[in-house]
Nanobody
Framework: QVQLVESGGGLVQAGGSLRLSCAAS????????MGWFRQAPGKEREFVAT????????YYAESVKGRFTISGDNAEKTVYLQMNSLKPEDTAVYYC??????????????????WGKGTLVTVSS
């Protein structure tokens, strides 16, 4: 049974930093593409960042490029999202997801196989 459990969300002032973690179990971590998505109040879920090869390859949404960094620890089966220079518009529930053999286009549309329950990030102005 695959489980993805996010942690690390919270309240932070604009300009601050947070690091999200996603602990994965029940899957072969090194073979899956891992990603972070977010959903702001009243908006659709959107792609944030993805990695494959346990961080060997990464891809980011334009809105977070240069501010967020996705990384992974194969031994801990954990994927991280380091978020710096946070803005109020980054406020959202952040979800971890895992997919096997997904194209980037499919992944960006949210076509992943497994999802966590999310962790709330609130950025105050």
């Amino acid at each position: 049974q695959v489980q993805l459990v996010e942690s690390g969300g919270g309240l932070v002032q604009a300009g601050g930093s947070l690091r999200l973690s996603c602990a994965a179990s029940g899957l072969s971590f090194s073979t899956y593409t891992m990603g972070w998505f977010r959903q702001a109040p009243g908006k659709e879920r959107e792609f944030v960042a993805t990695m494959w090869g346990v961080g060997m390859y990464t891809y980011y949404a334009e809105s977070v490029k240069g501010r967020f960094t996705i990384s992974g620890d194969n031994a801990e089966k954990t994927v991280y999202l380091q978020m710096n220079s946070l803005k109020p518009e980054d406020t959202a529930v952040y979800y971890c997801a895992a997919g096997l053999g997904k194209s980037l286009a499919t992944l960006k549309r949210g076509g992943m196989d497994y999802w966590g329950k999310g962790t709330l990030v609130t950025v105050s102005s």
